[in-house]
Protein backbone atom coordinates (compact mmCIF):
# COMPACT_ATOMS: atom_id res chain seq x y z
CA UNK A 1 0.00 0.00 0.00
CA UNK A 2 1.52 4.19 -0.96
CA UNK A 3 1.72 5.76 1.47
CA UNK A 4 1.73 9.76 1.57
CA UNK A 5 1.99 12.66 4.30
CA UNK A 6 -1.37 13.90 2.36
CA UNK A 7 -3.91 12.72 -0.38
CA UNK A 8 -5.69 15.04 -1.48
CA UNK A 9 -8.99 14.62 -3.52
CA UNK A 10 -10.37 16.16 -6.52
CA UNK A 11 -8.16 18.37 -8.99
CA UNK A 12 -10.13 21.04 -9.16
CA UNK A 13 -8.69 24.53 -8.64
CA UNK A 14 -9.17 24.05 -4.80
CA UNK A 15 -7.54 20.75 -4.77
CA UNK A 16 -4.67 21.17 -7.08
CA UNK A 17 -3.87 24.96 -5.17
CA UNK A 18 -4.04 23.07 -1.80
CA UNK A 19 -1.68 20.36 -3.05
CA UNK A 20 0.83 22.37 -4.61
CA UNK A 21 1.68 24.51 -1.89
CA UNK A 22 1.95 21.21 0.44
CA UNK A 23 4.21 20.01 -2.11
CA UNK A 24 6.48 23.60 -2.42
CA UNK A 25 6.50 23.14 1.64
CA UNK A 26 8.44 19.42 0.82
CA UNK A 27 5.03 17.40 2.13
CA UNK A 28 5.11 14.20 0.18
CA UNK A 29 1.52 14.98 -1.55
CA UNK A 30 -1.07 12.69 -3.60
CA UNK A 31 -3.76 14.09 -5.67
CA UNK A 32 -6.49 11.88 -6.93
CA UNK A 33 -9.35 12.74 -9.21
CA UNK A 34 -12.26 10.36 -10.60
CA UNK A 35 -12.01 12.43 -13.89
CA UNK A 36 -9.42 11.33 -16.91
CA UNK A 37 -8.74 15.01 -16.67
CA UNK A 38 -9.38 18.53 -14.98
CA UNK A 39 -12.35 19.13 -15.61
CA UNK A 40 -13.75 22.12 -18.24
CA UNK A 41 -15.76 23.41 -15.94
CA UNK A 42 -16.95 26.57 -17.31
CA UNK A 43 -18.58 27.85 -13.82
CA UNK A 44 -16.30 29.56 -11.80
CA UNK A 45 -14.32 32.50 -14.12
CA UNK A 46 -13.26 35.35 -11.60
CA UNK A 47 -10.02 34.97 -9.65
CA UNK A 48 -10.13 38.21 -7.26
CA UNK A 49 -6.93 40.61 -6.51
CA UNK A 50 -6.53 39.33 -2.59
CA UNK A 51 -6.21 35.63 -4.26
CA UNK A 52 -4.03 36.56 -6.88
CA UNK A 53 -1.57 37.83 -4.13
CA UNK A 54 -2.08 34.40 -2.46
CA UNK A 55 -1.21 32.55 -5.79
CA UNK A 56 1.84 34.86 -6.12
CA UNK A 57 3.48 33.31 -2.74
CA UNK A 58 3.27 30.39 -4.68
CA UNK A 59 5.39 31.67 -7.75
CA UNK A 60 2.08 31.15 -9.95
CA UNK A 61 0.36 34.57 -10.16
CA UNK A 62 1.82 35.80 -13.13
CA UNK A 63 1.77 32.67 -15.31
CA UNK A 64 -2.38 32.54 -14.78
CA UNK A 65 -2.38 36.30 -15.43
CA UNK A 66 -0.97 35.56 -19.15
CA UNK A 67 -4.09 33.29 -19.36
CA UNK A 68 -6.68 35.25 -18.20
CA UNK A 69 -8.09 39.09 -18.90
CA UNK A 70 -7.19 41.98 -16.80
CA UNK A 71 -10.85 42.98 -15.24
CA UNK A 72 -10.26 46.27 -13.41
CA UNK A 73 -13.75 47.55 -13.87
CA UNK A 74 -17.38 46.16 -13.05
CA UNK A 75 -20.66 47.47 -13.33
CA UNK A 76 -24.18 47.31 -11.72
CA UNK A 77 -27.12 47.93 -14.25
CA UNK A 78 -30.50 48.48 -13.53
CA UNK A 79 -32.09 46.85 -16.85
CA UNK A 80 -35.22 48.76 -16.45
CA UNK A 81 -34.01 51.94 -16.30
CA UNK A 82 -30.63 51.82 -18.23
CA UNK A 83 -28.58 52.92 -14.97
CA UNK A 84 -24.83 52.32 -14.65
CA UNK A 85 -23.07 52.00 -11.32
CA UNK A 86 -20.01 51.33 -12.49
CA UNK A 87 -16.51 50.13 -10.17
CA UNK A 88 -13.14 50.96 -10.70
CA UNK A 89 -10.57 48.60 -8.90
CA UNK A 90 -7.41 51.11 -10.18
CA UNK A 91 -9.03 53.64 -6.97
CA UNK A 92 -7.36 50.62 -4.78
CA UNK A 93 -3.94 50.69 -6.70
CA UNK A 94 -2.12 51.87 -3.60
CA UNK A 95 -3.69 48.70 -1.52
CA UNK A 96 -3.84 46.19 -3.75
CA UNK A 97 -0.68 44.71 -5.45
CA UNK A 98 -3.55 43.61 -8.51
CA UNK A 99 -5.59 46.18 -8.73
CA UNK A 100 -8.69 43.93 -11.14
CA UNK A 101 -10.16 40.77 -11.04
CA UNK A 102 -8.61 38.45 -13.49
CA UNK A 103 -10.99 36.65 -16.04
CA UNK A 104 -9.85 33.08 -16.40
CA UNK A 105 -11.82 29.96 -16.66
CA UNK A 106 -11.27 27.80 -13.46
CA UNK A 107 -9.68 24.57 -15.45
CA UNK A 108 -6.75 26.65 -16.76
CA UNK A 109 -5.38 27.12 -13.20
CA UNK A 110 -6.24 23.44 -12.39
CA UNK A 111 -4.45 22.26 -15.11
CA UNK A 112 -0.92 24.02 -15.05
CA UNK A 113 -0.80 22.81 -11.38
CA UNK A 114 -1.80 19.77 -12.15
CA UNK A 115 1.08 19.70 -14.70
CA UNK A 116 3.63 21.07 -12.46
CA UNK A 117 2.14 18.21 -9.65
CA UNK A 118 2.98 15.67 -11.99
CA UNK A 119 6.36 16.61 -12.70
CA UNK A 120 7.32 17.28 -8.79
CA UNK A 121 9.91 15.25 -6.70
CA UNK A 122 7.12 14.81 -3.75
CA UNK A 123 3.81 14.79 -5.27
CA UNK A 124 2.05 12.54 -7.44
CA UNK A 125 -1.24 12.87 -9.69
CA UNK A 126 -3.96 10.23 -10.18
CA UNK A 127 -6.42 10.60 -12.62
CA UNK A 128 -9.70 8.07 -12.90
CA UNK A 129 -9.10 7.82 -9.61
CA UNK A 130 -12.53 7.92 -8.30
CA UNK A 131 -12.73 7.21 -3.79
CA UNK A 132 -14.65 5.23 -2.70
CA UNK A 133 -14.18 5.22 0.77
CA UNK A 134 -11.46 5.84 4.01
CA UNK A 135 -10.86 4.48 7.35
CA UNK A 136 -9.54 7.10 9.78
CA UNK A 137 -7.30 4.87 12.77
CA UNK A 138 -4.62 6.42 15.37
CA UNK A 139 -1.57 6.46 12.60
CA UNK A 140 -3.26 8.20 9.72
CA UNK A 141 -6.51 7.60 6.91
CA UNK A 142 -6.82 4.38 4.91
CA UNK A 143 -8.15 5.62 1.40
CA UNK A 144 -9.86 2.99 -1.30
CA UNK A 145 -9.73 4.31 -4.96
CA UNK A 146 -11.35 3.20 -8.19
CA UNK A 147 -9.53 2.71 -11.30
CA UNK A 148 -9.01 0.77 -14.31
CA UNK A 149 -6.78 -1.84 -12.31
CA UNK A 150 -10.04 -1.94 -9.83
CA UNK A 151 -9.84 -0.85 -6.23
CA UNK A 152 -6.20 0.65 -4.87
CA UNK A 153 -5.46 1.25 -1.25
CA UNK A 154 -3.49 4.34 -0.17
CA UNK A 155 -2.31 5.49 3.56
CA UNK A 156 -1.71 8.92 4.52
CA UNK A 157 -1.27 11.11 7.54
CA UNK A 158 -4.35 13.78 6.30
CA UNK A 159 -6.68 13.47 4.18
CA UNK A 160 -8.53 16.78 2.46
CA UNK A 161 -11.56 16.88 0.58
CA UNK A 162 -11.78 18.85 -2.56
CA UNK A 163 -14.29 16.82 -4.02
CA UNK A 164 -16.69 18.97 -4.94
CA UNK A 165 -20.30 20.28 -4.05
CA UNK A 166 -21.54 16.34 -4.09
CA UNK A 167 -18.19 15.63 -2.20
CA UNK A 168 -17.74 11.76 -1.30
CA UNK A 169 -15.74 12.44 1.34
CA UNK A 170 -18.36 14.62 3.23
CA UNK A 171 -21.15 12.75 2.78
CA UNK A 172 -19.37 9.18 4.00
CA UNK A 173 -18.83 12.09 7.51
CA UNK A 174 -22.53 12.42 7.31
CA UNK A 175 -21.85 15.92 8.41
CA UNK A 176 -24.53 18.28 8.43
CA UNK A 177 -24.66 20.41 5.38
CA UNK A 178 -26.51 23.49 7.20
CA UNK A 179 -28.19 26.14 4.27
CA UNK A 180 -30.95 26.89 1.84
CA UNK A 181 -31.45 26.04 -2.00
CA UNK A 182 -32.78 28.92 -4.63
CA UNK A 183 -36.35 27.52 -6.14
CA UNK A 184 -35.01 28.64 -8.96
CA UNK A 185 -32.63 27.28 -11.51
CA UNK A 186 -28.91 28.59 -13.16
CA UNK A 187 -28.30 28.41 -16.88
CA UNK A 188 -25.08 29.29 -18.19
CA UNK A 189 -24.17 29.44 -21.79
CA UNK A 190 -21.24 30.54 -23.73
CA UNK A 191 -20.31 32.33 -27.08
CA UNK A 192 -18.13 33.36 -28.93
CA UNK A 193 -19.98 36.60 -30.34
CA UNK A 194 -18.94 39.78 -29.23
CA UNK A 195 -21.79 40.99 -27.33
CA UNK A 196 -20.36 44.40 -25.82
CA UNK A 197 -21.04 45.30 -29.54
CA UNK A 198 -25.11 45.29 -28.67
CA UNK A 199 -24.17 47.57 -25.15
CA UNK A 200 -22.87 50.90 -24.81
CA UNK A 201 -19.72 50.53 -22.68
CA UNK A 202 -20.22 47.31 -21.52
CA UNK A 203 -17.20 46.20 -19.28
CA UNK A 204 -16.18 42.95 -18.26
CA UNK A 205 -17.58 42.10 -15.60
CA UNK A 206 -21.42 43.19 -15.29
CA UNK A 207 -24.67 42.36 -13.68
CA UNK A 208 -28.16 43.19 -14.72
CA UNK A 209 -30.61 43.65 -12.29
CA UNK A 210 -34.58 43.06 -13.33
CA UNK A 211 -37.03 41.62 -10.99
CA UNK A 212 -37.80 39.31 -13.98
CA UNK A 213 -35.05 38.84 -16.08
CA UNK A 214 -31.73 39.54 -14.22
CA UNK A 215 -28.43 38.35 -15.77
CA UNK A 216 -24.87 38.43 -15.73
CA UNK A 217 -22.68 38.69 -18.51
CA UNK A 218 -18.73 37.92 -17.90
CA UNK A 219 -15.77 37.95 -20.51
CA UNK A 220 -13.19 35.25 -20.11
CA UNK A 221 -10.46 34.42 -23.42
CA UNK A 222 -12.09 32.06 -25.20
CA UNK A 223 -16.14 33.15 -25.03
CA UNK A 224 -18.68 35.89 -23.57
CA UNK A 225 -20.55 33.61 -20.22
CA UNK A 226 -24.08 34.57 -19.62
CA UNK A 227 -25.76 33.34 -16.56
CA UNK A 228 -29.74 33.41 -16.46
CA UNK A 229 -31.97 31.94 -13.86
CA UNK A 230 -34.79 29.68 -14.53
CA UNK A 231 -38.27 28.70 -13.42
CA UNK A 232 -37.29 25.28 -11.41
CA UNK A 233 -41.00 23.65 -13.40
CA UNK A 234 -39.08 24.71 -16.52
CA UNK A 235 -37.84 20.94 -18.40
CA UNK A 236 -33.99 20.75 -18.58
CA UNK A 237 -34.03 19.73 -22.24
CA UNK A 238 -36.32 22.83 -23.22
CA UNK A 239 -33.69 24.68 -21.08
CA UNK A 240 -30.78 23.83 -22.93
CA UNK A 241 -32.61 24.12 -26.81
CA UNK A 242 -31.88 25.96 -29.28
CA UNK A 243 -35.67 27.47 -29.14
CA UNK A 244 -35.03 28.58 -25.06
CA UNK A 245 -31.48 29.69 -26.07
CA UNK A 246 -32.39 32.27 -28.60
CA UNK A 247 -35.37 33.39 -27.02
CA UNK A 248 -33.09 34.28 -24.26
CA UNK A 249 -30.43 36.28 -26.73
CA UNK A 250 -33.11 38.45 -28.46
CA UNK A 251 -33.61 39.32 -25.01
CA UNK A 252 -30.85 40.62 -24.51
CA UNK A 253 -29.27 42.05 -28.11
CA UNK A 254 -32.66 42.03 -30.22
CA UNK A 255 -34.06 40.23 -32.95
CA UNK A 256 -32.12 39.31 -36.37
CA UNK A 257 -29.01 37.85 -34.99
CA UNK A 258 -28.65 33.52 -34.43
CA UNK A 259 -25.68 33.02 -31.71
CA UNK A 260 -24.14 30.34 -31.54
CA UNK A 261 -23.13 28.77 -28.09
CA UNK A 262 -20.24 26.96 -27.11
CA UNK A 263 -21.53 25.37 -23.88
CA UNK A 264 -25.06 25.29 -22.13
CA UNK A 265 -25.11 24.35 -18.54
CA UNK A 266 -28.05 24.05 -15.97
CA UNK A 267 -27.43 24.03 -12.20
CA UNK A 268 -28.76 24.24 -8.68
CA UNK A 269 -27.39 26.84 -6.76
CA UNK A 270 -27.22 26.79 -2.89
CA UNK A 271 -25.90 28.41 0.43
CA UNK A 272 -24.30 25.68 2.63
CA UNK A 273 -21.93 25.77 4.95
CA UNK A 274 -20.81 22.07 6.84
CA UNK A 275 -21.19 22.06 10.53
CA UNK A 276 -17.53 21.36 11.00
CA UNK A 277 -14.62 21.60 8.49
CA UNK A 278 -12.24 19.29 10.59
CA UNK A 279 -13.17 15.78 11.61
CA UNK A 280 -9.73 14.26 12.78
CA UNK A 281 -7.24 14.07 10.09
CA UNK A 282 -10.02 14.59 7.51
CA UNK A 283 -10.07 17.99 6.52
CA UNK A 284 -12.33 19.75 4.21
CA UNK A 285 -12.19 22.77 1.94
CA UNK A 286 -14.22 24.38 -1.36
CA UNK A 287 -17.29 23.08 -2.39
CA UNK A 288 -17.14 20.19 -0.10
CA UNK A 289 -17.54 22.41 3.12
CA UNK A 290 -19.49 25.23 1.92
CA UNK A 291 -21.79 26.63 -1.29
CA UNK A 292 -23.02 30.06 -2.41
CA UNK A 293 -24.74 31.55 -5.41
CA UNK A 294 -22.10 32.80 -7.89
CA UNK A 295 -23.30 36.21 -7.54
CA UNK A 296 -19.89 38.37 -6.98
CA UNK A 297 -17.25 35.40 -7.55
CA UNK A 298 -16.64 34.31 -4.03
CA UNK A 299 -17.15 30.35 -4.48
CA UNK A 300 -13.85 29.46 -5.95
CA UNK A 301 -12.00 31.95 -4.38
CA UNK A 302 -13.04 31.42 -0.74
CA UNK A 303 -11.59 28.00 -1.37
CA UNK A 304 -8.65 28.61 -2.46
CA UNK A 305 -8.50 30.77 0.18
CA UNK A 306 -9.20 27.36 2.50
CA UNK A 307 -6.48 25.92 0.54
CA UNK A 308 -4.01 28.04 1.30
CA UNK A 309 -4.74 28.68 5.12
CA UNK A 310 -4.67 24.69 5.13
CA UNK A 311 -2.01 24.34 3.63
CA UNK A 312 0.18 26.45 5.56
CA UNK A 313 -0.82 25.13 8.81
CA UNK A 314 -0.40 21.33 7.48
CA UNK A 315 3.45 22.80 6.89
CA UNK A 316 3.36 23.93 10.51
CA UNK A 317 2.13 19.96 11.76
CA UNK A 318 4.52 17.90 9.42
CA UNK A 319 7.81 20.33 9.27
CA UNK A 320 7.77 21.88 12.22
CA UNK A 321 5.96 19.83 15.11
CA UNK A 322 3.22 22.38 15.48
CA UNK A 323 0.49 21.15 17.34
CA UNK A 324 -1.81 19.52 15.20
CA UNK A 325 -5.38 19.77 17.21
CA UNK A 326 -4.81 23.20 17.98
CA UNK A 327 -3.74 24.44 13.99
CA UNK A 328 -6.86 22.44 12.49
CA UNK A 329 -9.01 23.49 14.68
CA UNK A 330 -7.78 27.07 14.31
CA UNK A 331 -8.70 26.60 10.59
CA UNK A 332 -12.17 25.11 10.83
CA UNK A 333 -12.73 28.20 13.05
CA UNK A 334 -11.01 31.20 10.69
CA UNK A 335 -12.88 29.66 7.26
CA UNK A 336 -16.32 28.41 8.87
CA UNK A 337 -16.45 32.12 10.68
CA UNK A 338 -15.59 33.51 7.44
CA UNK A 339 -17.78 31.49 4.97
CA UNK A 340 -20.52 32.49 7.90
CA UNK A 341 -19.78 36.11 8.49
CA UNK A 342 -18.55 37.31 4.96
CA UNK A 343 -19.46 35.21 2.00
CA UNK A 344 -22.83 33.54 2.78
CA UNK A 345 -24.15 37.13 3.74
CA UNK A 346 -22.48 39.08 0.89
CA UNK A 347 -23.82 36.52 -1.82
CA UNK A 348 -26.96 36.76 -0.35
CA UNK A 349 -27.05 40.39 -0.13
CA UNK A 350 -25.64 40.60 -4.05
CA UNK A 351 -28.50 38.21 -5.10
CA UNK A 352 -31.40 40.28 -3.83
CA UNK A 353 -29.76 43.57 -5.20
CA UNK A 354 -29.69 41.96 -8.84
CA UNK A 355 -33.39 41.05 -8.40
CA UNK A 356 -34.44 44.47 -8.03
CA UNK A 357 -38.40 45.29 -8.64
CA UNK A 358 -40.41 48.32 -7.78
CA UNK A 359 -40.93 47.31 -4.04
CA UNK A 360 -40.15 49.68 -1.58
CA UNK A 361 -37.55 47.08 0.29
CA UNK A 362 -35.30 46.82 -3.56
CA UNK A 363 -35.79 50.37 -3.99
CA UNK A 364 -34.53 51.05 -0.48
CA UNK A 365 -30.86 48.59 -1.54
CA UNK A 366 -30.44 50.27 -5.34
CA UNK A 367 -30.64 53.86 -2.71
CA UNK A 368 -27.96 52.46 -0.75
CA UNK A 369 -25.78 51.35 -3.56
CA UNK A 370 -26.05 54.28 -5.29
CA UNK A 371 -24.80 56.77 -2.03
CA UNK A 372 -22.29 54.04 -1.52
CA UNK A 373 -21.17 54.31 -5.35
CA UNK A 374 -21.28 58.50 -5.03
CA UNK A 375 -19.12 58.35 -1.84
CA UNK A 376 -15.16 57.90 -2.58
CA UNK A 377 -14.42 56.49 1.59
CA UNK A 378 -17.88 54.06 1.19
CA UNK A 379 -17.22 53.06 -2.32
CA UNK A 380 -13.13 51.94 -1.24
CA UNK A 381 -14.77 50.50 1.36
CA UNK A 382 -17.25 48.38 -1.27
CA UNK A 383 -14.72 47.09 -2.97
CA UNK A 384 -12.33 46.33 -0.59
CA UNK A 385 -15.19 43.65 0.52
CA UNK A 386 -15.90 42.47 -2.74
CA UNK A 387 -12.60 41.83 -3.67
CA UNK A 388 -12.27 39.86 -0.87
CA UNK A 389 -9.38 41.19 1.10
CA UNK A 390 -11.17 42.15 4.02
CA UNK A 391 -12.59 38.67 4.36
CA UNK A 392 -8.61 37.90 4.53
CA UNK A 393 -7.86 40.27 7.14
CA UNK A 394 -10.95 39.21 9.02
CA UNK A 395 -9.95 35.50 8.96
CA UNK A 396 -6.43 36.40 10.43
CA UNK A 397 -7.57 38.05 13.54
CA UNK A 398 -9.10 34.66 14.30
CA UNK A 399 -7.46 33.07 17.14
Known sequence: MSS???????????????????????????LLEANATCEEDMRASTIHSSTLSLLNELGIAERLIELGLKAPLYQYRIRSTGE?????????????????RLQCEQFKLARVLAKELEASPNAGVLFSHKVMSFKQTDSGVQVEAESAEGIRSFHCDYLIAADGARSTVRRQLDVSFDGFTYPEKFLTLSTGTDLAAYF???CFVNYVSD??????????????????PVDESEDDDFTIS?????????GLIGDGLHVETNHRTIYRVHQRVVSRMRHGRVLLAGDSAHLNNPLGGFGMNGGIHDALNLAGKLGEILRNDGNSDELLERYDRQRRTVMHQFVQAQTIRNKKMIEESGTESRRQQWDEMRAIHADPERRRDYMLRQSMAQSLRAEAEIQ
Open 242 to 250: DEKTETLFR
Open 84 to 100: VLEFDLGELSDTLEYPY
Open 4 to 30: FEVIVVGAGPVGTVVAHALAQRGIDVL
Open 211 to 228: PEEWYVLLKVPSAWRVLV
Open 200 to 202: DEL
